[in-house]
């Protein structure tokens, strides 16, 4: 099994490389410091699967995940985060797995997600589990996540609106239904309860 490692700390990369390159039929053939290093060197060293953190510098881990969906390797989230289960499942991640799992853990994760398996934490089952229980009105269209990302990162909704090309208007509109959606009264609940369900990562 071809493995690439990606994870924007050093350390963390060579704990990882540790752990994994000594286990017979294992063999890390690469590894990246953020997600736009991790799609190109995909492409370049056809790893079977990608070990991939979320919150790195630049292209972050979802989006990565995104660009490697149907390119051939398995991706499997390996995080400090059990927040952002639910954007990267999304994004085409077989598995999530947090940091604190202990190393023999890890490789059964690992060789799991190669045989095609799906690989979940307990905590990250429970939160997944949560977000399919929770009604579809607490779902936000693609429009409306691209406002409240606006919104988080300090747009007013004059800034907001012509960032979309829309008016403001439908700007308010939209916050409107996202606070109904997420059960909320301004727009710093809804950006703090859209954190808090995995809809928003830093």
Known sequence: M????????????????????????????????????AVRLSAELRPDVVLMDLRMPGMDGVSAIRRLSGTGPRVLVLTTFDTDVVPAIEAGASGYLLKDAPPEELVRAVLATHAGETVLAPAVAG?????????????????????LRLVAGGATNREAAAT????????????LHIYAKLDV?????????????GLLTN
């Open 2 to 37: 071809r493995l690439l490692i990606a994870d924007d700390h050093p350390i963390v990369r060579d704990g990882l490389r540790a752990a994994l390159g000594g286990e017979p039929g294992v063999e890390v053939v690469g590894e990246a410091a953020d997600g736009a290093e």
């Open 127 to 147: 939160r997944l589990a949560d977000s399919l229980r929770r009604p579809a009105r607490g779902r936000l269209s693609k429009r409306e996540l691209e406002v």
């Open 164 to 175: 979309l090309f829309i008016s403001e208007a439908s700007i308010k509109t939209h916050l």
């Open 185 to 197: 009264r301004d727009r710093a609940a809804a950006v703090g309860e859209a954190y808090r369900r």
